[in-house]
Structure formats: C-alpha cells, structure tokens
C-alpha cells in the first residue's frame, strides 16, 4: 500500500466516523440550490478531510461537494463527505464517505468508507480492490437474466428518460434495488451485486467509485458507453457492472 493510499484511507475513516454523531440523532437538514440536502454533519466532515489534506499534501488541489474548487485542475483530491445525504438523513446506513486523488483527471487512489457499516471499501491503480483488507472481484454472471441490479432511484430514471429501459432490464433480472449510489457500486466491485445504474450524478460521486469497480475487474460507462468522466447532458451518469452484463444491460436504454 502507497503512502497516498494509507492517507486516504485514514481520511475517509477519520471524516466518516465523525458523522455518526449526527446520525440517528434527529439531525436536521438545509435543501442546496439543487434540492439536494445537506447536513452538519457533510460540512464537518469535508473539513477535517481538507484539513488532514493541507497538512500532508499542502500545495494539492482540492475538489468537494460542499467546498467546491477548481475543476480544471488536473491533479486533485476529489471529496464527498456524504454520498447519500437523504439515506443518512433518514437513518438508513447505506450511506458513504469517498475520497480519491486523481492524476491527469483519472483516479489512481479511493477509498468508500461507509461509518454506520464500518465497512471499508478500496483500490490503487494497478492494484486490485479490496473490501476491508480482503481482495475482491466483480461477479462473474455472464448475463442480465438472475442478475441483481442496483440504480440510484425511479424517479431520476424518469426524469432522464431512463425509466423505460430500467423497466426492461427489471423484467430480465432476479431483482431490482435502489440503494444509494455508492453503496451499490461497492457491491458491483464486491461481486454482491451486478450493475450499478445512476442516470445523474457528480464528479464527486463516481470518482472513487469508477477506481473501485474497475480494479475489481468490472466495467463502467455513461448510458451510451461512452467514458463515464465525459459529460452527457451537461451532467455526468454511470453505469458500472461485472463487465459480463455490460452491453447487454445497456441494450435496454437503446
């Protein structure tokens, strides 16, 4: 393990357990000009992550859901202190701290720290995935058909003219689940699951999750198979998968 890696994955842990003081407490909520919530507990943790990056790497960029940044620098640390700030607000534990750098706009270290699990999910580029301390792979299910597929939510799916296809694939597969995106693409990369489909999304959501999956050997693209960090629409989409079901999973949205 590198030196960035070990740093990242005491960062995420360190900025992930804080937020359990907020959770399960009744904590409220403000709606961001997106709609999306965001807590106390989000702030505080993008904090302490910035403030252990400025203290071991002083000069880096830094890119956050709640801090911002300078999208246009291309080696940064990506941060999401909550991904899934509606699970998190409703007590369900399936949300998620992420953090990655990138070199040149492509991840090469992440890690996905979900607090109420203590479940540590992560990869170096060249490396593999591992899944607190265990080296893990992608299913190896060669079809849709007895698949589980995980999707970030109906009603995204609607709004972005996904639904039909969704609908399809759900009538092909053993079952359909919407839990939160990156818990489900932890799954992808753990083999528990076998896609993974979020039709909207952030740089901060799909940065660590990309690294994850595919050093675990799996897949990931935008809807039209195109490379995920390529905008679509003016906003980012991923679909991740075990790399099997890859393309006939994507059939559906055609």
């Given at each position: 393990m590198s030196p960035r890696l070990a740093?990242?994955?005491?960062?995420?842990?360190?900025?992930g357990?804080?937020?359990?003081?907020?959770?399960h407490v009744g904590v409220t909520y403000q709606s961001k000009q997106d709609a999306s919530p965001v807590t106390v507990a989000d702030l505080h943790a993008e904090q302490l992550i910035r403030r252990a990056i400025e203290a071991q790497y002083p000069r880096e960029a830094m890119v956050g859901e709640e801090g911002g940044g300078d999208h246009a620098v291309a080696d940064r640390w990506i941060i999401d202190p909550i991904d899934g700030t509606k699970s998190f607000v409703a007590g369900v534990p399936l949300y998620g701290t992420l953090l990655s750098y990138e070199v040149d706009y492509k991840p090469v270290v992440a890690a996905v720290?979900?607090?109420?699990?203590?479940?540590?999910?992560?990869?170096?580029?060249?490396?593999?995935?591992?899944w607190n301390g265990r080296?893990?792979?992608?299913?190896?299910?060669?079809?849709?058909?007895?698949?589980?597929?995980?999707?970030?939510?109906?009603k995204s799916h609607v709004t972005y003219g996904r639904a039909d296809g969704l609908n399809r694939a759900a009538a092909t597969a053993l079952a359909t689940r919407t839990w939160s995106d990156a818990y489900g693409?932890?799954?992808?990369?753990?083999?528990r699951a076998d896609a993974m489909m979020d039709p909207v999304v952030a740089r901060w959501d799909?940065?660590?999750?990309?690294?994850?999956?595919?050093?675990?050997?799996?897949?990931?693209?935008?809807y039209d198979g195109g490379d995920p960090?390529?905008?679509?629409?003016?906003?980012?989409e991923l679909v991740s998968s075990n790399g099997l079901i890859h393309e006939e999973l994507l059939g559906f949205f055609r």
């Open positions: 740093f990242t994955l005491q960062a995420a842990y360190e900025a357990r804080s937020t359990l003081a907020h959770f720290y979900f607090p109420a699990l203590d479940e540590m999910v992560y990869a170096e580029l060249g490396s593999g995935t591992f080296p893990v792979r992608v299913s190896s299910r060669p079809a849709v058909e007895g698949s589980i597929l995980c999707s970030g939510g109906h693409h932890a799954l992808v990369a753990t083999g799909i940065s660590a999750p990309r690294l994850i999956v595919e050093e675990a050997g799996g897949k990931c693209t935008r960090f390529v905008l679509a629409h003016q906003e980012y």
